[in-house]
């Protein structure tokens, strides 16, 4: 009996579809015929916290996300992020930027933790979306960065005249660069340092004073 009902409702469709007609309103589709579909009726889902799944066409709560900590991971690091939020049921999954985050554990209706993937190559923010078992899906924004680890210059080695105990650095001669001004109370001149382009400092003419500073302070003249 149930094989004859299925090809009943298959010819039926067949004909109604040649008739330029739909069988979606017959069978609980999208048209306006079919009261119960949030997708042909917007209306029934005018609550704020109420979105419409276009899925299973029935209104349901709206996911938020409104914080992720921390915000950002090392390059080729894992990282425990916590999400807070509202609305969050067991079975949600999460990805940064295209990529799955494991160990996805909803704590409650208002948080989840989940381990950020591994990534590396590029420092440009990336979109954290959520979605739930039902298929609603929420693309809260690109919220997370992956940065590589601070990487240090060499020591520049550089000799001065006297054991200083003030040091300024600003860029004294205008060429875009840092340079360093060290002086001590011991003498009455002030060793230059000038920065150049490899990153290295090369010694200047000293300025003279005509007595031993005490202080040292910048300013424009």
Not at 84 to 98: E, K, S, Y
Not at 146 to 155: E, K, L, N, T
Not at 173 to 184: C, K, P, V, W
Not at 188 to 212: E, K, N
Request: glycine share 6%; aromatic share 6%.
């Amino acid at each position: 009996m149930r094989h004859r009902a299925d090809i009943a409702r298959t010819l039926l469709c067949l004909g109604i579809v040649l008739t330029s007609a739909s069988c979606e309103a017959l069978f609980g589709g999208l048209s306006q015929a079919n009261p119960e579909s949030c997708v042909a009726n917007p209306e029934l889902c005018q609550a704020s916290e109420s979105v419409c799944n276009e899925l299973t066409r029935e209104c349901e709560p709206a996911l938020r996300l409104e914080s992720i900590s921390p915000r950002a991971a090392l390059y080729d690091k894992e990282v425990m992020v916590t999400i807070q939020g509202r609305n969050f049921v067991p079975g949600m999954t999460l990805t940064i930027g295209g990529r799955s985050a494991t160990q996805v554990q909803v704590v409650s209706a208002t948080q989840l933790t989940a381990m950020a993937p591994v990534f590396r190559g590029s420092k440009e923010r990336m979109e954290v979306i959520l979605t739930a078992p039902s298929g609603q899906k929420l693309s809260a924004g690109k919220l997370f960065h992956y940065f590589p680890f601070p990487q240090f210059a060499p020591v520049i080695q550089i000799s001065s005249p006297t054991t200083s105990t003030m040091f300024r650095a600003a860029d004294f001669n205008q060429d875009g660069r840092i340079d360093l001004a060290m002086s001590s109370d011991a003498v009455s001149s002030v060793a230059m340092f000038l920065g150049q382009q490899s990153g290295t400092l090369q010694p200047a003419a000293p300025v003279p004073f005509l007595t031993r500073p005490f202080a040292m302070a910048l300013g424009d003249a």
